[in-house]
């Protein structure tokens, strides 16, 4: 398969790094406006695989591109993956789908019109650990109530509020998890360390019968990514980072003790669970899913409209910080 990578910047690299290690890449056509992106992406690769180019028109000439990945800032992601779709191309965007809910709509309809495929780089679905939730989540009976938090160090980079760099792949996560769309949200947001954006937020989403508190931010010396589900037959504990997931069902709950051990050990845990799954790069497998797809035309994972409903309910709690108020969240 030969794949168009556009933007090669911080995670565009990550794209290229992992296109060209697999087997069934023969070739990585890399395409960004900037001469020293390029550079970078050029010792990647092996056997002259990879090449560059600076705009897409001058790639498409010279090359046959079966599949294509957008990593370009966010504020460009409908101008170029429209492009791209009206060639024919599928497409997989980086998330969030685009900058605003209307240009999310377009970009799902085009690609519905041109019948050509469009995943959103929900990275986090791909997961190995959120992946193993997924499949043993029948054992915390039904989910009422998660926190999650997303925390991470400042930078001098133009990422956007927190909301929508951050928030957005919990949320995305969520709905996942549960299979539901948020419909309400209320929210508080700041702005701590960024120059331009709000870098915190922290948010109440609701999901019907399911609550769930996410707090993302910029601001922190460290960075964890943790999540906490309930349910009514026990609970979930999963760091997105070290992958590590545990579940702990809540029968034989010991609440009696009689050393410090045991309160620190076993008070509260009920029958632990420790899922066998095997740890991987997370984007790595969103991107052989991708090929996957692309290859046998079957539907990815996070389709454009899972992409649409985590923006949505980012941008309605953006709305909801500012009005103070708790806001619904349409598409
Ligand atoms: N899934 C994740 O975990 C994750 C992580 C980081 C970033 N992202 C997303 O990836 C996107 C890019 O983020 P980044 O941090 O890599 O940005 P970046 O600024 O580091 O890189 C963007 C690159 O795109 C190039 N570019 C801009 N317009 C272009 C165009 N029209 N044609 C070709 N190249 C163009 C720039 O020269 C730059 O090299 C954002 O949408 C962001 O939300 C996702």
Same mark, same amino acid.
């Given at each position: 398969? $030969?794949?168009?990578?556009?933007?090669?910047?911080?995670?565009?690299?990550?794209?290229?790094? $992992?296109?060209?290690?697999? $087997?069934?890449?023969?070739?990585?056509?890399?395409?960004?406006?900037?001469?020293? =992106?390029?550079? +970078? /992406?050029?010792?990647?690769?092996?056997?002259?695989?990879?090449?560059?180019? +600076?705009?897409? @028109?001058?790639?498409?000439?010279?090359? $046959?591109?079966?599949?294509?990945?957008?990593?370009?800032?966010?504020?460009?992601?409908?101008?170029?993956?429209?492009? %791209?779709?009206?060639?024919?191309?599928? !497409?997989?965007? @980086?998330?969030?789908?685009?900058?605003?809910?209307?240009?999310? #709509?377009?970009?799902?309809?085009?690609? #519905?019109?041109?019948?050509?495929?469009?995943?959103?780089?929900?990275?986090?679905?791909?997961?190995?650990?959120?992946?193993?939730?997924?499949?043993?989540?029948?054992?915390?009976?039904?989910?009422?109530?998660?926190?999650?938090?997303?925390?991470?160090?400042?930078?001098?980079?133009?990422?956007?509020?927190?909301?929508?760099?951050?928030? /957005?792949?919990?949320?995305?996560?969520?709905?996942?998890?549960?299979? *539901?769309?948020?419909?309400?949200?209320?929210?508080? @947001?700041?702005?701590?360390?960024? *120059?331009?954006?709000?870098?915190?937020?922290?948010?109440?989403?609701?999901?019907?019968?399911?609550?769930?508190?996410?707090?993302?931010?910029?601001?922190?010396? %460290?960075?964890?990514?943790?999540?906490?589900?309930?349910?009514?037959?026990?609970? =979930?504990?999963?760091?997105?980072?070290?992958?590590?997931?545990?579940?702990?069902?809540?029968?034989?709950?010991?609440? #009696?003790?009689?050393?410090?051990?045991?309160?620190?050990?076993?008070?509260?845990?009920?029958?632990?669970?420790?899922?066998?799954?095997?740890?991987?790069?997370?984007?790595?497998?969103?991107?052989?899913?991708?090929?996957?797809?692309?290859?046998?035309?079957?539907?990815?994972? !996070?389709?454009?409209?899972?992409?649409?409903?985590?923006?949505?309910?980012?941008?309605?709690?953006?709305?909801?910080?500012?009005?103070? #108020?708790?806001?619904?969240?349409?598409?």
């Amino acid at each position: 398969m $030969n794949v168009m990578v556009v933007g090669a910047g911080m995670m565009g690299f990550n794209h290229v790094r $992992n296109f060209s290690s697999f $087997n069934n890449v023969k070739h990585v056509i890399v395409v960004d406006s900037s001469e020293e =992106a390029l550079k +970078k /992406v050029s010792s990647l690769g092996h056997c002259g695989t990879v090449s560059a180019y +600076k705009t897409i @028109e001058e790639a498409l000439k010279n090359e $046959n591109v079966d599949a294509a990945t957008i990593i370009v800032p966010t504020n460009s992601h409908y101008k170029v993956a429209s492009s %791209i779709i009206a060639k024919g191309i599928p !497409t997989l965007v @980086e998330k969030p789908i685009t900058e605003t809910i209307e240009d999310g #709509k377009k970009l799902i309809t085009e690609a #519905k019109d041109c019948g050509v495929m469009l995943m959103v780089g929900h990275i986090e679905r791909f997961n190995p650990a959120v992946q193993a939730l997924k499949k043993n989540i029948h054992h915390l009976g039904v989910p009422f109530y998660a926190s999650v938090h997303r925390f991470g160090v400042p930078t001098e980079r133009d990422v956007g509020p927190a909301f929508i760099d951050q928030a /957005v792949h919990d949320i995305d996560i969520l709905t996942f998890l549960v299979g *539901k769309y948020p419909s309400e949200v209320s929210a508080v @947001e700041a702005r701590i360390a960024d *120059k331009k954006s709000n870098d915190l937020c922290s948010a109440i989403f609701e999901f019907g019968s399911f609550t769930a508190t996410v707090e993302a931010n910029r601001v922190t010396p %460290i960075k964890s990514r943790e999540l906490v589900i309930l349910g009514t037959a026990g609970a =979930a504990k999963l760091d997105y980072i070290s992958q590590d997931l545990t579940i702990m069902r809540a029968d034989h709950v010991t609440t #009696k003790y009689s050393t410090f051990d045991e309160i620190v050990l076993r008070v509260g845990r009920g029958t632990e669970i420790k899922p066998y799954f095997v740890k991987d790069e997370p984007l790595k497998l969103e991107l052989m899913h991708f090929l996957d797809c692309v290859k046998n035309k079957k539907e990815p994972l !996070t389709t454009g409209m899972d992409g649409l409903h985590a923006l949505a309910a980012a941008v309605a709690g953006m709305k909801a910080a500012k009005s103070g #108020k708790r806001e619904s969240i349409c598409i």
